[in-house]
C-alpha cells in the first residue's frame, strides 16, 4: 500500500480513522494509534458499549496502555495477513511493542471454515492485550475505566483476587474481569497500573466476561501464537493474486471481522453515532445486518474463494427468507441473531461537546426499500452458481417473495439510501426490482424448478421498459433517480454490475459521463446531486466510499481503464495508515461516518477484481 504519514498523538483529538481494528467474530474493539480501546460493545458486536470515548472522551469509557513520558513516536501496523493490532511507542531510551487480539483458534481446513464457533468454543471471549519491551527500558501506564450499557448503567469495582479487577454494573449485567500480570489497583472504579519494561520483558492485561476468566489464566504467548496461525492460514486459501492483494487482503480480514461466527450474518459497520457530516449531523446505528449487502458480500466471498463464508452467508440469508411476512415481503434489516432490528431511540450519554446524543437502533427497520429483494435474488443466484442448489422449502419461500415483488414493484420506497422525508419511485429500487425477476427466472430454469414464469417474464419485461422510458432524462443524456426529474444517482452505477445493460450502452456511458460531471469531486463520487432538501436530513455529508470503487469499476467495465485505475488509486490514499475505509470521505479528506464500513470494502474489493481483468486485458463478453 505504499507509505502513509501516520498520525502522531495530540491533545486536540485523533480523527475517527486513527484507529484499528481486532475481533474474534463475536464483537470488534477499535484501538487508536495512541494504544487506547475507546470502541468496544460486549459481549457482541450489537451489544451495549463498555468503551465509547471515541463518541466521548469524558464520558464514554476507555481502556488504555502508553507511555508514561510526554513526548514518544508510534507506529501501528497488523502483523502480517492476520487481525493481530501492533502498536509500536518509541522513545530515545527504548522501543515497546503493544500487541492487541481477540483470541480465535481452530484448523480453517481447506475452504477456511465460516463455521469458526465450532473450533474456538473453549476460549473466552475477550480481549488481550500483550505488551513486550523490543529495545531499552520504558515506563508504561494502564487505565481500564469502561462505561456498561453505553454510559448509562453505573458501576463497582473490586479486587477479587490478586492481579484481577472485577468491574460490576449496578443493573446486575454481565460483569468483567480485568487480569493482569502486573499489580492492580482500583480508584474511581477504574483500575490502574504504572509499571516498566526493560529489553526481553513483558506484561499482559485481559478482559472480558466475569463468569468466562474466573479461576482461569490464559497463557496470552500461545494464544497470541495460535490467533496468529489461525488468521494467517484463512488468509491463505484465498484464490486472489491480482496486482492489489495486499489492499483486497485487507479488506477481506476486515470484512471476516464484521461477521457472526454463530449466524453468518455481516454487519454494516461494527459502530454508531459516527457523524457523516462535518456538522456533526447523520450520526447512525450501523451495526446490524442488511439485506442489501447481501450480494456484494456473497459476490465478493465467492471471487476470493471463501466458498465456506459465503454458504454461512446464505444460510443466514435464507433463513431471513423463510421467515418473512405471509405476504413475502422481508425487512430492511435484522440484528445478528435474525431477530428485528431494534427502534431508534437517542441517546442522552455520550454526546461530547454536542447538543444532541448519538442514535442507537435504526429508524430505516420500518422503512420500504424494495432494491433488497433483488439483492436477496442475487445472491442466491450467485451462490447457487458456484455452490448448492435451491432446497424445495426454500425456493416455496423464494417464489413468494419474487410474487410480492410482482405485486408492488411500482410503489415508492425510501430506497438504497433510505430517504427520511418520504417515499418516492426510484432508479434503484426499479432496478433491483428487475434483478430479482431476472435472477428468479434464471434460477428457475437452470435448476427446473416450478415457477409461474409467463408472469415472471412479463413483470421483467415491463420493468426493464419502465426504466428506459421513465427514468432516462434526454436533456441530461443520463438516467435519473427519480422519473421526470434531473436529479442524479450514483447507485446508477450498479446498472452493468446487475447486467441490467451493458457497460457500453450509449445510455450507460452518457450516465456515466453526467455523473463524473456533476457528482465527483476529484476521485469522491456523492451519491446524489448534492442538496439538504432531497433526504430532510441536515448537514453536507462527504462523497461516498462504496460509490467511487462503483464508479472505477464501471470505467474499467466501459474500456475507460486507465481513468477507472486513477480513481481507484487515489481511492486508495483515502485509506488510514492500516487500509481501513470509512464510510465516506469530506472533501477535505477527513474521514467521515462509520468505521470501518463493510460496504465500502466490498466494493474495493470488486473493482480490484475487474481492474485487474482489464488490464490484463482478458475479454469477457457480456452476457
Known amino acids: 500500500m505504499g507509505d502513509r504519514q501516520h498520525v502522531r498523538p495530540s491533545k486536540t483529538g485523533l480523527p475517527i480513522d486513527a484507529r484499528g481494528i481486532v475481533g474474534n467474530m463475536k464483537t470488534t474493539a477499535l484501538i487508536s494509534i495512541e494504544g487506547v480501546v475507546d470502541f468496544m460493545c460486549f459481549p457482541r458486536i450489537d451489544s451495549p458499549t463498555i468503551f465509547a470515548g471515541l463518541l466521548d472522551a469524558e464520558h464514554g469509557g476507555a481502556f488504555g496502555i502508553r507511555p508514561m513520558c510526554d513526548e514518544f513516536n508510534v507506529k501501528q501496523m497488523y502483523i502480517p495477513e492476520t487481525n493481530i493490532l501492533l502498536t509500536r511507542f518509541m522513545t530515545p531510551e527504548g522501543v ?67 492481579g484481577a479487577v472485577e468491574f460490576t454494573p449496578e443493573d446486575d449485567g454481565m460483569a468483567l474481569q480485568l487480569q493482569s500480570g502486573v499489580p492492580l489497583a482500583v480508584e474511581d472504579g477504574c483500575a490502574r497500573a504504572e509499571f516498566e519494561l526493560h529489553h526481553g520483558e ?113 444460510r443466514w440469508i435464507a433463513a431471513r427468507s423463510q421467515r418473512c411476512d405471509s405476504d413475502g415481503s422481508l425487512h430492511v434489516m435484522y440484528a445478528v441473531d435474525g431477530e428485528r432490528a431494534p427502534e431508534e431511540i437517542e441517546l442522552d450519554t455520550l454526546t461530547g461537546d454536542r447538543q444532541g446524543g448519538p442514535l442507537i437502533g435504526n429508524g430505516a427497520r420500518d422503512q420500504i426499500q424494495l432494491d433488497v429483494y433483488g439483492a436477496l435474488l442475487d445472491a442466491l443466484y450467485l451462490y447457487n452458481k458456484y455452490g448448492s442448489a435451491v432446497p424445495y422449502e426454500g425456493w416455496r419461500h423464494v417464489t413468494r417473495t419474487v410474487d410480492y415483488v410482482v405485486e408492488h414493484w411500482r410503489e415508492p420506497d425510501q430506497g ?64 435519473v433517480q427519480t422519473p ?80 477507472g485505475r486513477l480513481v481507484f488509486d487515489k481511492m486508495l490514499e483515502y485509506a488510514n495508515h492500516l487500509g481501513l475505509f470509512s464510510e465516506e470521505v469530506a472533501t477535505t479528506g477527513e474521514a467521515l461516518g462509520n468505521f470501518p464500513q463493510a460496504l465500502t470494502h466490498l466494493a474495493l474489493i470488486s473493482a480490484a477484481y475487474q481492474l485487474d481483468r482489464s488490464l490484463d486485458k482478458v475479454h469477457v463478453p457480456w452476457t
Open 416 to 479: 438504497i439510501w433510505e430517504l427520511r422525508n418520504g417515499a418516492r419511485p426510484l432508479l434503484h429500487s426499479r432496478l433491483m426490482c428487475w434483478v430479482a425477476l431476472d435472477r428468479a427466472i434464471r434460477l428457475a430454469d437452470k435448476r427446473s424448478l416450478p415457477a409461474p414464469f409467463s408472469k415472471w417474464f412479463e413483470v421483467r419485461d415491463e420493468i426493464y421498459r419502465d426504466i428506459h422510458e421513465n427514468f432516462w432524462n434526454e436533456e441530461l443524456q443520463s438516467f
Open 96 to 162: 515497546c511493542e503493544l500487541l492487541d487480539l481477540m483470541p480465535v483458534q481452530g484448523d480453517t481446513g481447506g475452504e477456511a471454515s465460516g463455521d469458526v464457533a465450532e473450533n474456538h468454543e473453549s476460549l473466552p471471549n475477550c480481549l488481550v492485550r500483550l505488551v513486550r519491551m523490543a529495545h531499552g527500558t520504558m515506563s508504561l501506564r494502564m487505565h481500564c475505566a469502561p462505561r456498561f450499557d453505553y454510559a448509562r448503567a453505573a458501576h463497582r469495582a473490586v479486587v477479587p483476587d490478586e
Open 202 to 314: 513483558s506484561a499482559w492485561f485481559v478482559l472480558g466476561s466475569a463468569e468466562e476468566l474466573r479461576g482461569r489464566r490464559l497463557d496470552c504467548d500461545r494464544v497470541y501464537a495460535d490467533t496468529t496461525r489461525f488468521w494467517q492460514s484463512w488468509a491463505s486459501h484465498s484464490t486472489y493474486r491480482g496486482r492489489y492483494r495486499e489492499v483486497v487482503m485487507r479488506s477481506a480480514l476486515t470484512l471476516k471481522l464484521m461477521s457472526s461466527s454463530e449466524h453468518g450474518a455481516i454487519v454494516a459497520a461494527p459502530t454508531f453515532g459516527l457523524a457523516e457530516a462535518l456538522d456533526g449531523s447523520r450520526r447512525w446505528d450501523y451495526r446490524f445486518a442488511w439485506i442489501r449487502d447481501a450480494a456484494f458480500s456473497v459476490y465478493a466471498l465467492l471471487r476470493l474463494g471463501y466458498t465456506s463464508e459465503a454458504r454461512h452467508f446464505i
Open 484 to 563: 421526470d426529474s434531473a436529479t442524479l444517482d450514483a447507485a446508477a452505477l450498479m446498472m452493468p454490475l446487475v447486467r441490467f445493460i451493458g457497460p457500453t450502452d450509449p445510455r450507460f456511458l452518457g450516465t456515466l459521463d453526467a455523473i463524473g460531471r456533476e457528482l465527483r469531486v476529484d476521485p469522491l463520487i456523492f451519491r446524489y446531486t448534492r442538496g439538504s432538501e432531497l433526504d430532510g436530513l441536515p448537514g453536507i455529508e462527504g462523497g461516498f466510499s462504496a460509490c467511487s470503487f462503483w464508479y472505477a469499476e464501471a470505467l474499467a467495465r466501459a474500456g475507460r481503464v486507465d481513468e
